[in-house]
């Protein structure tokens, strides 16, 4: 039989992904989505998942606060971007999580590690969410990057970069034409840029949504994307699927 999922994260790429991955998996079945707390608490409690799924810092109710006032108590993956401390205490208290940024496969792997009937104790959710609020901090990312351009340092708004790539072990900034190289790996810049604005296209790219003008048919299910000043991108065929829902391709 089929265990039943529930998918509660307010940023609509994450939720969105966790959705996708579900969807091609024939061991889960999802029940419902929620963007917010009030709206998971109600859901929760309506569907009675098996597994939730849950984001921890979200506006208005976090996840602990979602787990506090349901009446139905599912088994619990957290969705997390706490430190590697507070990861650790996870760990010890048999709750999994998944530390954002994640791969496909540590979901799938944290799904399969949640025994038949398993449900969350009281004493663990509070346990857990006194460590996490000893340990963890906010999330910040760059609004801003500087680069050295000859003999100086510019600085640019990071609204107005078009995209990053890799190409002989150099990392190079696009915006508005020019391009930098800039000191930083790819996955540096993911974990610190807004995912809801930047997208690994490839593993060689990470793209600025909003600066995407164009998605062009690459032939046998690819596609290349343009930015206004020239620049392209080619999409990796895997991360084609989840491109389409941020864009809204249908």
Known sequence: MKRTVCVIDDEFRSRKRVLTLLEENEDFVVVGEADNGKAAVELIDAKLPDIVILDINMPGLSGFQVLENTTHKPAVIFITAFDEHAVRAFDINAIDYVLKP?????????LSRVPEGSHLE?????????????????????KRISVKDRFEFR?????????????????????????????KSLSQLEESLNPEVFFRAHRKSLVNLNRIERVIPWGRGRYALTFAHDGKVHLSKDKTRELKHLLGMY
Do not use: C, M
Request: no cysteine; net charge negative; proline share 2%.
């Open 102 to 110: 994640y791969q496909d496969y540590r979901l799938l792997e944290a």
């Open 155 to 183: 600085v640019i708004d990071v609204e107005n970069i078009d995209f990053f790539h890799t190409e002989d072990n150099l990392v190079f900034l696009h915006t508005n034409g020019l391009h930098f190289i800039i000191d």
């Open 122 to 142: 009281t004493e663990t959710l509070q346990d857990i969410k006194q460590i996490a609020e000893d340990t963890s901090a906010p999330k910040t990312y760059f």
